[in-house]
């Protein structure tokens, strides 16, 4: 592996200074990212949010992902909750080896795949050999 090992994370909630419009919990998604020899691909765990609620923007080298979840206001009192709704914010920089224009997303069952695509400086090549 490299010089820093990635570590499984629990469903962890964003501390900011900012305020958020919404009053719920905002939390960091976790991810997974693959590559390819023409491509990364994230995937994004953001159970609850619609596709109307997902949000990406790319601003210089910063993609920003957001997804909003409807809130639900259940009959009765809560006796026991273990799992909490709310936001999610996350946020990349991306170097100058993808692709900004062919950016992709799709999202099925509560989890966001973006694929990113290499720059075909990015890509690897085989360089032939000619003789003199």
């Given at each position: 592996?490299?010089?820093?090992?990635?570590?499984?994370?629990?469903?962890?909630?964003?501390?900011?200074?900012?305020?958020?419009?919404?009053?719920?919990?905002?939390?960091?998604?976790?991810?997974?990212?693959?590559?390819?020899?023409?491509?990364?691909?994230?995937?994004?765990?953001?159970?609850?949010?619609?596709?109307?609620?997902?949000?990406?923007?790319?601003?210089?080298?910063?993609?920003?992902?957001?997804?909003?979840?409807?809130?639900?206001?259940?009959?009765?009192?809560?006796?026991?909750?273990?799992?909490?709704?709310?936001?999610?914010?996350?946020?990349?920089?991306l170097?100058?080896?993808?692709?900004?224009?062919?950016?992709?997303a799709?999202?099925?069952?509560?989890?966001?795949?973006?694929?990113?695509?290499?720059?075909?400086?990015?890509?690897?090549?085989?360089?032939?050999?000619?003789?003199?």
């Amino acid at each position: 592996m490299t010089d820093k090992e990635l570590q499984i994370q629990e469903k962890q909630e964003l501390q900011t200074g900012s305020e958020s419009t919404r009053n719920v919990p905002i939390f960091v998604p976790p991810v997974d990212i693959y590559e390819t020899e023409n491509e990364l691909t994230l995937l994004a765990d953001m159970p609850g949010v619609p596709i109307d609620g997902v949000s990406i923007d790319l601003n210089d080298d910063q993609l920003t992902i957001r997804g909003a979840v409807a809130l639900e206001n259940g009959d009765g009192t809560v006796l026991l909750r273990e799992y909490s709704t709310g936001d999610f914010y996350r946020q990349f920089t991306l170097s100058n080896k993808i692709d900004r224009e062919k950016i992709e997303a799709s999202m099925k069952d509560g989890v966001l795949k973006v694929v990113l695509p290499k720059s075909d400086v990015a890509k690897p090549r085989k360089i032939a050999v000619k003789t003199s």
